[in-house]
């Protein structure tokens, strides 16, 4: 069982994990160089373990003891229990839910190694917002993809604002990062999936018409937010599909066409 140890100072080199965790930049640095990311919530926590996450450290506040008590059992790493303005102080964010826990990251798996068993994947090009990170991936989870695969420059899927949009829902699809741009495209075309780019460019077929769902192997390629997909990534492309929209409406807020679009890729498609 943890051990359970009550802390008052919030230069504390045992909460190092925790502090700062609004600088977003910090964080960006520090979480990936040093193998952790952040779970917020007991849901998310939860989620993170049964996913098999290996727990660095909690920080509760004393009322979150008795709520976690079966994650501390099961658990070794140790428990700081501490005041919610100490946690404040050290996280510098007002931790309403009253629970976090410094999670071990995995090493990724390679594109390839995803590729092999997958029939729907989602492709994001430059999707640097955490919010829609975790939007996507909740989705992605929700709709029946497979995988995941990011550009280089994409945010990270395990930042804390992304765990919690969506809501853990980044434990339960395998993602991976292409090691280039766009040429690492070729690695999922050779796969056999036919590579279908989300954009509302008037060239573009309506996605239903190109029936994905009838495909055997498809990748849906997500832009970034307001930019959408770069003109290399459309030239990669097989094709260009969009959602048709009504009321003079040009576009959705990238999270909800990926939505939109996960459900005509997954429809119809053999139960698992």
């Not at 975790?134 to 995988?147: Q, V």
């Not at 765990?163 to 050779?190: C, D, H, I, N």
Request: include cysteine; aromatic fraction near 6%.
């Amino acid at each position: 069982m943890a051990e359970l140890l009550t802390l008052d100072d919030p230069d504390d080199p045992r909460l190092r994990d925790y502090t700062g965790l609004t600088d977003v930049e910090l964080r960006r640095r520090r979480e990936p160089a040093e193998g952790l990311f952040i779970a917020e919530g007991e849901k998310v926590i939860r989620r993170a373990a049964e996913a098999g996450y290996a727990m660095r450290s909690m920080l509760l506040s004393a009322k979150w003891v008795d709520v976690m008590r079966d994650v501390i059992e099961r658990s070794e790493a140790p428990v700081y229990v501490v005041s919610p303005d100490l946690a404040e102080r050290v996280t510098g964010y007002h931790v309403h839910r009253g629970a976090l826990a410094s999670m071990q990251r995995k090493p990724l798996p390679t594109a390839g190694e995803l590729l092999s068993d997958a029939r729907r994947v989602a492709v994001m090009e430059g999707v640097n917002d955490h919010t829609n990170i975790g939007a996507i991936f909740r989705s992605a989870a929700a709709l029946g993809m497979d995988a995941v695969l990011l550009s280089p420059d994409c945010a990270d899927p395990l930042y804390r604002r992304s765990v919690k949009v969506s809501m853990g829902a980044v434990f339960s699809v395998p993602y991976a990062r292409l090691e280039s741009w766009p040429q690492g495209l070729e690695t999922v075309r050779e796969a056999g999936f036919r590579l279908l780019a989300l954009t509302p460019h008037e060239k573009a077929l309506v996605i239903d018409e190109v029936a994905p769902h009838r495909m055997e192997r498809v990748a849906l390629m997500l832009g970034a937010e307001g930019e959408g997909l770069s003109a290399k990534a459309l030239r990669a492309a097989d094709a260009w599909v969009r959602i048709p929209m009504a009321h003079g409406v040009d576009s959705l807020n990238v999270g909800a066409a990926a939505a939109v679009a996960f459900y005509a890729v997954a429809t119809g498609r053999p139960a698992s």
